[in-house]
């Protein structure tokens, strides 16, 4: 089961803001890596890629995106907030089957 | 650039099956894994089944492992789902997304295709 905290999250743009996301078993593969991802979701958009493999940003996504964790505790940052951040953030563990999400983080604007 | 097309979608009655399709384009489909994943109205995502890059293993969610099967056709480029015994509860945006060139993780997403069970 993956867990996101906080559900809801209000910033004001150039404000950093931080999601959660906690698994109830170690996500680290047999091969050594750890499958724990970050997407976004605007409103009427499918998901796109953020973060894969823990830490490593997607091509063409900004710097001011990272990602931390090990083991079963994981966290997304955003530096600066900018209004096209809106949206929801979900993570994804896809390490063993079935992959699962969590339930999603609605970041708003201020 | 890749690019993920699904289709195939429509209103259907409960008890009944529909075939949805995702044509792939710009990479080599042969060789990546690809997923199903779905979102209800209104909800968050769920993850329904990955097929291997040479269709010799899949996996299900247990909410439609017997009811669904994905396939692949690797020399057309195109994923499917076929889902039989539909239920009201599998109504939702069927997305289609590739397994990631680095990662296991779902590197790019498909538009979606609205999936909707009801009499």
């Known amino acids: 089961v993956m867990t996101q905290t906080p559900l809801s999250l209000p910033v004001t743009p150039g404000q950093p803001a931080s999601f959660s996301c906690r698994s109830s078993q170690s996500l680290v593969h047999s091969n050594g890596d750890t499958y724990l991802s970050w997407v976004h979701q605007r409103p009427g958009q499918p998901p796109r890629l953020l973060i894969y493999?823990?830490?490593n940003r997607f091509s063409g996504v900004p710097d001011r995106f990272s990602g931390s964790g090990a083991g079963t505790d994981f966290t997304l940052k955003i530096s600066r907030v900018e209004p096209e951040d809106v949206g929801v953030y979900y993570c994804m563990q896809a390490t063993r089957f079935p992959h699962t999400f969590g339930q999603g983080t609605k970041l708003e604007i201020k | 650039q890749v690019q993920l097309v699904e289709s195939g979608g429509g209103v259907v009655q409960p008890g009944r099956s529909l075939r949805i399709f995702c044509v792939t384009s710009g990479f080599t489909f042969r060789s990546y894994g690809m997923h199903w994943v779905r979102q209800a109205p209104g909800k968050g995502l769920e993850w329904v089944a990955v097929?291997?890059?040479?269709?010799?293993?899949?996996y299900y969610a247990d909410s439609v492992k017997g009811r669904f099967t994905i396939s692949r056709d690797n020399s057309n480029n195109t994923l499917y789902l076929q889902m039989d015994s539909l239920r009201a509860e599998d109504t939702a945006v069927y997305y289609c997304?590739?397994?990631?060139?680095?990662?296991?993780?779902?590197?790019?997403w498909g538009q979606g295709t609205l999936v909707t069970v009801s009499s």
């Open positions: 997304a590739r397994t990631g060139e680095l990662s296991l993780d779902l590197d790019y």
């Open positions: 097929i291997w890059y040479d269709g010799g293993n899949k």
């Open positions: 493999k823990v830490s």
